[in-house]
């Protein structure tokens, strides 16, 4: 398995243009999630999905779009983006279960720089 | 509204040494899970440690142990016998409820720990 993947690794974007941040997993994961990491605040939430056609918001959605087609892909639009999203952005999956037990499992991130 | 909080920003520990990084949360819920990640230099999340709001003994894992404290809601994570390759980002993180609720996390906003030689 290649677990959850990440494309690109590393993007330089000027203010008003739109990108897609790609994340695919390979897990059979229902749970996909959208995470940004800012120096000192740790990682916050953007979107998340509990299966496929099925999305919400989480704590920083604005200026952020997802849809989720398939149960492997989950991707992020920039639709304009800003150097406030400047960031590294990861992507995270986990499967369903009644215990509490389950952790995620993390892309290994895109770094984002919008000029 | 749920909250973790490090108040550690940096620590610094000699080789072979235990060290303690505090993690403290708010939640109104009962029913809550809590759990580590580390962050290397290289960037990725590496999960290290998970201990369940109903879970009686303190969870361990090999090096990594958690000092549980469920009414002072803090859970303290404790490396032993520290190793220069745990110099990283440690991060502490929250969701809440039972079942797994979509994956949401909450994250606190990190300690950075430094393994001297």
């Known amino acids: 398995n290649a677990g959850v993947t990440q494309t690109p690794k590393f993007q330089v974007l000027k203010t008003g243009q739109s990108m897609t941040l790609q994340c695919a997993q390979d897990?059979?994961?229902?749970?996909m999630s959208w995470y940004r990491q800012d120096p000192g605040m740790g990682l916050r939430l953007i979107h998340y999905?509990?299966?496929?056609?099925?999305?919400d918001q989480g704590e920083v959605p604005n200026g952020y779009n997802v849809s989720r087609s398939t149960t492997e892909d989950f991707p992020l639009r920039l639709l304009s983006a800003a150097p406030s999203q400047t960031s590294v952005y990861f992507c995270?999956?986990?499967?369903?279960?009644?215990?509490?037990?389950?952790?995620?499992?993390f892309g290994p991130g895109t770094r984002l720089l919008v000029l | 509204a749920q909250k973790i909080t490090q108040t550690q920003p940096g620590m610094f520990v000699q080789e072979k040494e235990a060290v303690t990084l505090d993690c403290t949360y708010d939640?109104?819920?009962?029913?809550?899970?809590l759990f580590w990640y580390k962050q290397p230099s290289s960037g990725e999340m590496i999960f290290l440690i998970y201990?369940?709001?109903?879970?009686?003994q303190n969870a361990t894992e090999g090096r990594y142990s958690l000092n549980f404290q469920k009414a002072r809601k803090s859970t303290n994570l404790v490396i032993s016998a520290s190793q220069l390759g745990d110099s990283a980002m440690y991060f502490c993180?929250?969701?809440?409820?039972?079942?797994?609720?979509?994956?949401?996390?909450?994250f606190g906003q990190g300690t950075e720990l430094s393994v001297k030689p």
């Open positions: 201990q369940g709001s109903y879970d009686e």
């Open positions: 995270a999956s986990s499967y369903y279960t009644s215990g509490a037990r389950v952790t995620q499992y």
């Open positions: 939640t109104s819920d009962q029913s809550y899970g």
């Open positions: 897990m059979n994961h229902e749970y």
């Open positions: 999905s509990v299966g496929a056609g099925i999305t």
């Open positions: 993180a929250m969701r809440e409820g039972i079942y797994n609720q979509g994956g949401k996390l909450i």
